[in-house]
């Protein structure tokens, strides 16, 4: 006979009366009394078996020994509710879980309660949806590891759902699942029963606390059809309003992309920008419908065109509604928690230097000549578009640098750009992946000194190894405002940046970030 389960939910702070209207959707169910005395407050309530006879019932009937009693389904369950440290705890059994008022509920709690109680070993499976959206993740949607530490290699833009496994009570092995829901095999007793619920609860909260837990569950993509209707007015409303914190970025990567229009026969844009869209916007009322039927068309360098993207989709956005954060990225809404977006802000910000004895960028000149200006102020070489193009691994060239010194090997890129600096990101992982492991590209570097630089080699002794083992990766983005970057830049660039450095140091490079 299998064993029955239960699903146990943690409704929100501040909601602590045992009360159907609030703990339950809009129908109410019967209330029982409870005949066993524990020490908590309690309410009992059951929606009874509803016996339903299909109607083909009747047909089969005619021409068969088919009896009612073996095709009655049912639909009855039970919910206890009870208090426990000023909340309310809710035990669901059998389909019960339908009426639960989970506007009401902690959304995450049963994730939490299984993330404390599984350990690596035990770990069945886990559901995960992945940002698409971060430019430098792959794309996984499910996966089942063995061991929790291996999922969470990229767990800084990955989130968890759903956690199952295994956990030890009363030296049983038995299954639990956290979702919202914790799920768990039931006890007999109502006081073990109030005791699992417990134990669930200060699991929770002790996950909560956990860096790893925080990662894992640093956003959740909005589902809630309300929710995203006010989002799109806020979005259109900031539109019309010619909004100067909304960005355009590419909806898909291709490496090759040269210009940008907004139609086939419309003007052309190296890096478009949200102000060029606003130029070309000819109603007073813009609309989610208006934004969806506007175009955003990437061309490679022949003039050919490589797709098109609706401008919706190539929107993003972070909108902040009290303790609430919001973002749009390719056309999906996802809230952030607040505590991980403060700590990821903290991370960039513990980078950033002040790069001094340097010309600021005017807001209008090319980043070559940028990129040229401070080879000269920094007494360094001017490595801009020389591309390392030996590796099997990479079909394109690979930019080692675009300025280099003794001491500093600078990527620079201007940051108001549709790519919202995940080429920047990428190239400079790259560049010190191949600089760390690939020969190749230290031979290469070699060449390039003697035939551009007078045999001036930087960074490289006779042996081509390097020189300088403190030599540093320099971020620099070209910004013509008074903001840092951990200021200016938007979320998914701060979770790009953020992988990029962790992968930089983990190759034995400081990394530092700044703006010019």
Request: charged fraction near 25%.
């Amino acid at each position: 006979m299998a064993t029955s389960r239960i699903a146990i939910c943690l409704f929100k702070k501040g909601i602590n009366q045992l009360d159907q209207n609030i703990l339950l959707g809009k129908r109410k169910l019967t209330e029982v009394n409870i005949t066993e005395d524990t020490p908590e407050d309690k309410l009992l309530v059951v929606r009874e078996t509803e016996n339903n006879i299909p109607g083909w019932f009747a047909i089969v009937e005619g021409f068969s020994e088919l009896e009612s009693k073996d095709v009655v389904s049912s639909s009855s369950g039970a919910i206890l509710f009870f208090k426990y440290k000023r909340r309310i705890i809710g035990c669901c059994f059998g389909t019960s879980i339908a009426y639960i008022n989970r506007e009401n509920t902690v959304s995450d709690f049963g994730l939490g309660a299984a993330f404390e109680e599984i350990r690596n070993e035990n770990t069945k499976s886990i559901e995960s949806f992945t940002l698409n959206s971060n430019p430098l993740t792959i794309n996984r949607v499910t996966t089942n590891p063995t061991q929790r530490h291996n999922y969470e290699i990229d767990r800084q833009s990955e989130n968890i759902t759903e956690l199952s496994g295994f956990h030890y009570r009363d030296n049983k092995r038995i299954l639990i699942k956290g979702k919202e829901f914790y799920s768990t095999p039931c006890p007999i007793a109502i006081n073990e029963i109030i005791q699992v619920g417990k134990v669930a609860f200060n699991n929770y909260n002790k996950a909560i606390k956990d860096n790893a837990f925080k990662s894992l569950t640093s956003s959740k993509l909005v589902k809630d059809k309300e929710v995203i209707a006010e989002l799109e007015n806020e979005l259109c409303n900031r539109i019309n309003a010619r909004n100067d914190e909304i960005t355009l970025c590419d909806y898909e990567y291709f490496p090759n992309i040269s210009e940008y229009r907004f139609k086939n026969d419309g003007a052309s844009y190296e890096q478009v920008s949200i102000d060029d869209f606003y130029d070309i916007i000819n109603t007073n009322n813009v609309t989610i419908q208006y934004l969806k039927n506007k175009k955003l068309i990437p061309y490679e360098a022949g003039g050919t065109a490589l797709t098109t993207w609706s401008i919706f989709k190539s929107l993003f956005a972070q909108l902040v509604f009290g303790n609430d954060v919001y973002i749009l990225f390719k056309s999906k809404w996802y809230q952030i928690d607040q505590t991980y977006l403060k700590g990821l802000k903290q991370e960039i910000e513990d980078c950033e230097i002040d790069l001094t004895g340097v010309t600021p960028w005017d807001g209008a000149q090319e980043e070559q000549i940028i990129n040229q200006q401070l080879a000269n102020e920094l007494n360094g070489q001017f490595w801009d578009r020389k591309l390392y193009r030996n590796h099997p691994d990479f079909r394109h060239g690979i930019e080692f640098s675009d300025v280099l010194t003794t001491d500093r090997i600078i990527h620079v890129k201007k940051y108001k750009g549709s790519s919202l600096t995940s080429h920047l990101l990428n190239q400079t992982s790259v560049s010190a992946i191949l600089l760390r492991n690939d020969q190749g590209m230290r031979d290469w570097i070699s060449d390039r000194s003697t035939q551009d630089f007078g045999g001036a080699n930087l960074i490289l002794d006779a042996t081509n190894s390097l020189v300088n083992d403190n030599i540093e990766y320099l971020i620099l983005f070209m910004y013509d405002g008074d903001k840092k970057p951990s200021e200016f830049l938007p979320f998914f660039s701060m979770v790009a940046l953020q992988i990029a450095i962790k992968r930089i140091r983990q190759l034995g490079f400081e990394v530092k970030v700044s703006k010019v």
